[in-house]
């Protein structure tokens, strides 16, 4: 794209095979739909031709690959030059494709990423362990970002320990810049409305970039605004506050709207001009240098059956509250109800609230990926399945992850103030008025002791349980319970 001339002809097709390989939340088709429609137009304005196929075009093939060979059919072509597709299914899609055009297929690199799929792989090898702490480091070497010549800022790589605070009473989250939807947006907006109406979420909210100035926009507004507060409440959670001090920019930089590494090294200046603490901004970098190259380099590595994996053999259905919010659970309740909203819930709210819960209730892989999937609005499996999948609900054995992220109810009030509000009593350990997340803990570790009574990280769990040996039976038997109080049955 970057190298496109005159001669060349830049294909973008609205097609229904992307629109609807998952339910994917209104926002989300709207942001995609309206960023491709602005960015054709740029191009030609630009000077470039650019063979735009709508989603409602009649002669449409519905697919990327169908709509390659369709314009290959339509035009003198000497070569196609896809860019390396983000996920597995793309990519066998991609090989069929070029067995099947008459001219060479190319694929050239991502440059949404500041590791390459190739470096990645020269990191991982021979690991017997992927560890993105460890990984982080190394980027942190190659890029220097918040480097002292060999050594990290500070003299630690990593603040983690210093951005876990409960938001205090009284301190209000700061206001949010909100984008518009100018004129393309809300007909994409009414698009999505008239072909997507029954799929999960609301579109009056809508306030998502959809191009690169309205994506600087935001980060301009996060760097400046809301960074000096991200790290000590990057870990907290809030009743009716959907955003907190997140950044919001995921969705902007994963769909190319923003660069990465420019992102991360504007953080760094304001740290570097005093402007936003050391813990706040490492944090943040950590977010983007480590975690999204980390779990798109695992994506790759691990082949397409990664998403088929069931380390715990999970077997329940994902209770329908997931999609109506309607629980007696307060932290679940206000989750699916801005995720709604907003297609959008902090990283926090994804691991600790619904991943944690899906985990503790063992919901069937597959029901849980097509849930994270399709609510949110940054959702693209190269990142959603490594960070669900292995970190949420340890369906990977243990190649994201070292542990499963599990806990009680006491996590939860600790970090938020949902327990205040809860039909549920965070104090109580068994019966139907107790914290689900209770309830469901110990059972949890009892069921997968085969796979995980070895692991060091769960021994002092694992102690603490073996001094509760005659409580056994009735952990497992309320457990059940719960799960099917919570709709959680059997997968049939």
Not at 11 to 31: G, N, P, T
Not at 49 to 61: C, E, F, G, I, M
Not at 76 to 95: K, N, S
Not at 195 to 211: E, I, K
Request: charge should be neutral; proline fraction near 5%; charged fraction near 25%.
């Amino acid at each position: 794209m970057r190298d496109a001339g005159p001669g060349d002809t830049i294909l973008m097709a609205e097609v229904m095979a992307e629109a609807s390989y998952v339910r994917h939340h209104k926002q989300k088709l709207v942001m995609v739909f309206a960023a491709m429609r602005r960015f054709a137009g740029r191009l030609r304005a630009r000077g470039l031709h650019v063979r735009y196929v709508a989603l409602d075009d009649p002669a449409s093939t519905g697919a990327i690959d169908g709509e390659i060979l369709r314009a290959l059919e339509a035009g003198r072509y000497d070569r196609v030059i896809v860019t390396e597709p983000g996920e597995w299914r793309l990519a066998q899609a991609f090989e069929a494709l070029a067995l099947a055009s008459p001219v060479p297929v190319e694929v050239s690199a991502d440059d949404r990423f500041i590791c390459s799929r190739k470096r990645f792989e020269a990191w991982a090898a021979g690991r017997k362990d992927l560890r993105m702490e460890f990984f982080y480091r190394e980027m942190r070497r190659a890029t220097g970002l918040l480097m002292d010549g060999t050594q990290p800022v500070g003299g630690r790589w990593n603040f983690d320990a210093e951005n876990r605070k409960k938001l205090p009473r009284g301190v209000r989250p700061p206001d949010r810049v909100r984008i518009a939807p100018a004129a393309d947006v809300r007909e994409a907006m009414a698009l999505v409305a008239e072909r997507f109406g029954d799929h999960f979420g609301d579109l009056d909210t809508f306030g998502w970039a959809v191009d690169a100035d309205e994506a600087r926009r935001l980060a301009d507004h996060f760097i400046v605004e809301i960074l000096p507060g991200f790290g000590d409440w990057q870990d907290a959670m809030a009743g009716g506050a959907p955003f907190l001090w997140h950044a919001r920019l995921s969705a902007a930089i994963n769909i190319g709207l923003l660069d990465p590494l420019e992102v991360c090294r504007r953080a760094e200046a304001a740290f570097r001009a005093g402007a936003a603490p050391l813990n706040a901004v490492e944090g943040f970098i950590r977010q983007i240098l480590g975690w999204r190259e980390f779990v798109r380099g695992v994506y790759w590595l691990s082949g397409p059956d990664y998403v088929r994996t069931n380390a715990l053999s999970a077997d329940r259905e994902l209770p329908w509250f997931y999609w109506s919010g309607e629980t007696g659970m307060a932290c679940v309740r206000d989750v699916v109800e801005m995720t709604r909203r907003h297609a959008y819930a902090h990283h926090i709210q994804r691991l600790m609230v619904t991943g944690n819960l899906a985990l503790l209730l063992g919901v069937h892989p597959d029901a849980v990926n097509d849930w994270y999937m399709t609510v949110f609005i940054d959702a693209f499996e190269w990142v959603e399945a490594p960070n669900t999948h292995g970190m949420a609900i340890f369906a990977d054995g243990g190649v994201v992850g070292s542990k499963p992220y599990a806990a009680s109810g006491a996590y939860i009030n600790r970090m938020s103030d949902y327990c205040r509000g809860c039909a549920y009593d965070v104090s109580a350990r068994r019966g139907e008025g107790a914290c689900p997340f209770n309830r469901l803990y110990w059972d949890f570790l009892l069921r997968n002791r085969d796979v995980l009574g070895s692991n060091p990280r769960l021994a002092m769990p694992y102690r603490t349980l073996d001094g509760m040996a005659g409580e056994h039976a009735a952990i497992r038997a309320d457990a059940e319970a719960a799960r099917l109080e919570l709709g959680a049955r059997p997968r049939r």
